[in-house]
């Protein structure tokens, strides 16, 4: 039961422009959403999270938005840079039992 | 503050034999998780301790892995005997425990390769 779901596996962006990752969820006992990122061997490194009490949580060039009730959320970078270049994955928590939910991931490429 | 370490890197097998990984997370962490992540899919849990007690291992493949955290620290995962599908990067996970919020640390992984 994949109750985290990344449509998008592959996603290619110029450098400078928006870069926009989506995820949708099934599960709305989701207290707050986190978004990771990896580089090739390397382990998952946290990037932005969001309360689902929240629509919107800005870090930098990180923003992610959350639609409680289409179930979605995305994250968008502005602007892009070839650094930028990841797997990145969202995930959902449930705190109560410390659980994470993992997307399948989408692989970004900025183009310089 | 270390981080996550996880061993060995790499290692490659032939199916049917045995492989194990250690794990230490980071010093205070009561939540450890151990996650298989095939490639081009997401990372699935298999095993989550809270201290040294198993709090979800339903997804644990337990024919053949399994898995301990003794005292409540570090945490070994073994497969036995392995079979081509386990060709995976073992990734361990700490937090500082349950209600805590915040977010998992994860450890470089442990890529395993069998053949």
């Known amino acids: 039961d994949q109750q985290v779901k990344q449509n998008s ?4 962006v110029q450098e400078g422009r928006i870069s ?5 969820y099934t599960n709305s006992m989701f207290d707050y959403f986190l978004w990771y990122k990896k580089y090739p061997a390397e382990g998952p490194t946290f ?5 689902s ?3 919107k949580n800005e870090d930098g060039r990180f923003t992610v938005f ?5 179930k979605h959320l995305s994250l968008h970078i502005v602007p892009s840079q070839p650094g930028d270049s990841a797997v990145y994955f969202c ?5 109560t039992g410390n659980q994470f939910y993992f997307g399948t991931g989408t692989s970004l490429t900025v183009i310089p | 503050e270390a981080g996550v370490a996880q061993s060995p890197r790499y290692k ?16 205070g962490h009561a939540t450890l998780y151990w996650y298989q992540q095939i490639l081009g899919q997401g990372p699935k849990l298999l095993i989550q301790f809270q201290n040294n007690g198993v709090v979800d291992d339903s997804q644990l493949p337990k024919d053949r892995f399994s898995a301990e955290r003794l005292k409540g620290v570090d945490s070994t995962l073994k497969i036995q005997p392995a079979k081509l599908e386990d060709s995976a990067v073992y990734l361990c996970a700490s937090s500082p425990g349950q209600g805590a919020g915040g977010e998992l640390f994860f450890g470089e992984g442990s890529r395993l390769t069998v053949l």
């Open chain 2, 12 to 27: 490659i097998i032939e199916k049917r034999q045995s492989v194990a990984f250690w794990c230490n997370p980071i010093s």
């Open chain 1, 66 to 70: 959350l639609n409680k009730s289409a």
């Open chain 1, 20 to 24: 926009i990752l989506n995820c949708d």
């Open chain 1, 47 to 51: 990037l932005i999270s969001i309360s």
């Open chain 1, 53 to 55: 009490i929240k629509d």
């Open chain 1, 91 to 95: 995930a959902g928590v449930v705190w």
């Open chain 1, 9 to 12: 596996p592959s996603l290619s």
